[in-house]
């Protein structure tokens, strides 16, 4: 059985808005989601480029849904 966590932008960078979430599924291991994952969701949702450098704990909010 997989997790699905909600991914929230906790500042402003760039495009990507305080308040943008995305949703990742996880399912083929445990823990939260990568950086690439994250960046990877954000372009799929909202076509925003974001850097895996940009995508840790210290910019979003990562919750276990």
Do not use: D, H
Not at 10 to 23: C, F, I, N, T
């Amino acid at each position: 059985m997989g997790n699905l966590w909600k991914v929230t932008a906790k500042r402003e960078s760039g495009k990507l808005v305080k308040g943008m979430s995305v949703e990742i599924p996880i399912s083929e291991r445990s823990g939260i989601p990568r950086a690439k994952e994250i960046a990877q969701a954000i372009l799929s949702k909202y076509n925003i480029e974001v850097g895996e450098t940009r995508c840790m704990e210290i910019y979003f909010e990562i919750v276990k849904i």
